[in-house]
């Protein structure tokens, strides 16, 4: 499973980057408003400070185009900022319909806001690249995000669809296993919940002992001599 870290934070990219475990980074209009990323020269920009941060990977950038020769347009401003953008696209008609235009001229493209099974199969038939199902709203809705991922996995697995399912909305460490166990492809996730699963009390128990015990042998040797 791929991880992609769900932030337009540079620092946080960088850190996530440095652990040696990244694969992509998704935004989104909300997460690029939160870094204070305002306007469309300075939102490419901040793309392509996230490509030369992540020398190797995908980068989702997201349309905020509603129709479809708009979302065409923009979409191809955004893949000509640098390769490893990925063109984001809402789950609505005249997304899918832009999809397939991606689809046929080879630019890469996330479907997002994808909550059913159905919009799932709708992407794939269109030639989305990844699907996003947006896992911790669907709880928050009292339904089972980790479920949809299965079924998804599932239906994906009998049809031969190529889409990658992009486990999105991602809350904590637990989220992340079981999206790994439902057959996610990718998962992307904010900072925390990944450096959540660096941690146990067991693994700091025994640290803590193994160290002890070592500096008592050191101890115990410079004593012999
Ligand atoms: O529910 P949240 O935490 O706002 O997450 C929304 C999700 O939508 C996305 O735009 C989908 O890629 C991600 O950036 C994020 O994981």
């Given at each position: 499973m791929k991880f992609f870290i769900d932030t337009?934070?540079?620092?946080q990219?960088?850190?996530a ?7 992509g980074v998704t935004?989104n209009?909300?997460l ?100 996003s199902p947006f896992i911790g709203r669907i709880d928050d809705?009292?339904?089972?995000g980790v479920?949809l991922i ?15 399912i992009l486990a999105a909305s991602i809350r904590s460490p637990l989220h992340i296993v079981k999206c790994a166990e439902a057959?996610a492809?990718v998962v992307t996730s904010p900072l925390e919940p990944i450096l959540g699963l ?28």
């Amino acid at each position: 499973m791929k991880f992609f870290i769900d932030t337009a934070n540079l620092a946080q990219i960088k850190e996530a980057h440095d652990l040696g475990i990244l694969d992509g980074v998704t935004t989104n209009p909300s997460l690029m408003a939160k870094e204070g990323v305002k306007g469309e020269e300075a939102v490419m920009k901040h793309y392509l400070t996230i490509c030369e941060l992540v020398d190797d990977g995908d980068i989702s950038a997201e349309v905020l185009s509603t129709t479809v020769d708009e979302i065409i347009e923009e979409g191809k401003k955004l893949a000509a900022i640098h390769p490893q953008i990925v063109v984001k696209v809402p789950m609505i008609k005249d997304g899918v319909k832009a999809l397939k235009w991606f689809s046929d001229n080879g630019i890469k493209t996330n479907c997002t806001l994808v909550f059913s099974a159905g919009q799932a199969i709708l992407a794939a038939k269109a030639g989305a690249n990844y699907v996003s199902p947006f896992i911790g709203r669907i709880d928050d809705s009292n339904w089972d995000g980790v479920e949809l991922i299965k079924q998804i996995s599932q239906i994906y697995k009998i049809q031969g669809y190529k889409t990658e399912i992009l486990a999105a909305s991602i809350r904590s460490p637990l989220h992340i296993v079981k999206c790994a166990e439902a057959g996610a492809d990718v998962v992307t996730s904010p900072l925390e919940p990944i450096l959540g699963l660096l941690k146990h009390p067991l693994t700091d128990i025994g640290l803590a002992k193994f160290l002890e015990d070592a500096k008592k042998m050191r101890a115990e040797l410079a004593g012999v001599k």
